[in-house]
């Protein structure tokens, strides 16, 4: 390839999932309706908890900022994934590229940082129960809040900026969004110097996370356990669970696609394990979080009486 003689990319071609015949219409309806029910249920829940008064915790309040940042993270990545189903290839400017990148790795970093945070306040709910409101007043929560959003736009300055800054010859990503592999794939250049920085500013950043997360739920694990009462322990779990399984979903899936083998990449599994996390998370977000919690079902009933009285006395 020649590494001397380029010019500036104006587009690129999204080149998306190999689908045919009938397979590909039934892939369009079922990622619709899941993009959908994603939409419905992360606004559900940011409305439910903004005007029910039982969810004004600062759980709550964490779970809506979550739902808040999902509803951009789907809608980032999901449109281009419909466009390349219906019709094959779907054609993007590289300026779009690149913002898409971007945005993507940044909402990506604030989930991240975001999930540390509500791990932060089951600790401080479960194990420092006296100071617990003290310490996440109202204007603690909407600090933290803040400075994940600014953190993970900060840190996502570092890749996409050095991905951006790559001279291309090729024009097709084999993705269904510009990401970062599959668009230095299209350099002229040597990239392997861009793919370390990456590795290490996604995997340090991603790995601290995932440590301090883990050393949180050991504090949580040895408090829990010395409860006396079974319902007590129970329910402290309860509170917990959902918080990890979104844990073990993202920071799975995403451990694997950025710091994983590069066989992964190169045999375009990265496709598949990328909806994990880009489609099936924020989709599961809403029932994993909310709809099974005996809290919501409650707030959710007082919503639907407040609704009926209202329509009675229209």
């Known amino acids: 390839m020649d590494h001397t003689n380029h010019t500036w990319t104006q587009s690129f071609i999204l080149a998306g999932f190999t ?5 590909r219409p039934l892939a369009f309806l079922g990622t619709l309706c899941i993009y959908l029910l994603t939409l419905g249920g992360n606004l559900f829940i940011i409305i439910l908890v903004r005007t029910d008064s039982g969810l004004s915790t600062p759980m709550y309040f964490f779970i809506s900022v979550l739902s808040f940042l999902e509803l951009w993270y789907v809608s980032t990545t999901v449109p281009t994934l419909l466009h390349t189903l219906l019709r094959g290839r779907s054609p993007i400017s590289s300026v779009l590229c690149f913002i898409q990148l971007y945005v993507f790795h ?18 401080l709910a479960i194990c420092r129960p006296l100071h617990y409101h003290a310490l996440m007043s109202r ?19 570092v ?21 970062l592999a599959p668009l230095m794939q299209l350099a002229c250049v040597d990239t392997s110097w861009h793919a370390q920085v990456h590795v290490v500013v996604i995997g340090v950043i991603n790995a601290c996370n995932l440590v301090l997360i883990l050393g949180l739920y050991g504090g949580i694990l040895r ?11 129970a329910k402290a779990f309860s509170t917990c669970s959902s918080h990890m399984t979104i844990v073990i979903l993202f920071f ?17 599994k990265d496709k598949l394990i990328a909806l994990v996390y880009a489609l099936f998370t924020p989709f599961f977000n809403p ?4 709809f099974r919690n005996k809290e919501v079902k409650d707030a959710v009933k007082r919503l639907t009486a407040r609704m009926r009285t209202v329509l009675k006395g229209s």
């Open 139 to 157: 204007q603690v929560q909407i600090w933290l809040a803040g400075a994940t959003w600014m953190a993970g736009f900060s840190a996502a300055l």
């Open 159 to 179: 890749p996409a900026s050095l991905t951006a800054s790559l001279p291309f010859c090729l024009k097709e990503v084999a993705h269904y969004f510009c990401d």
């Open 223 to 233: 408090a829990v356990l010395k409860l006396s009462s079974t319902a007590s322990r």
């Open 106 to 123: 940044s909402l990506g970093m604030t989930e991240c940082y975001l999930l540390t945070v509500m791990a932060v306040d089951r600790y």
């Open 252 to 268: 799975g899936s995403a451990f694997i696609v950025y710091v994983g083998p590069p066989e992964i990449r190169s045999e375009g």
């Open 287 to 290: 029932i994993i979080y909310t």
């Open 19 to 23: 689908t045919t015949g009938t397979l």
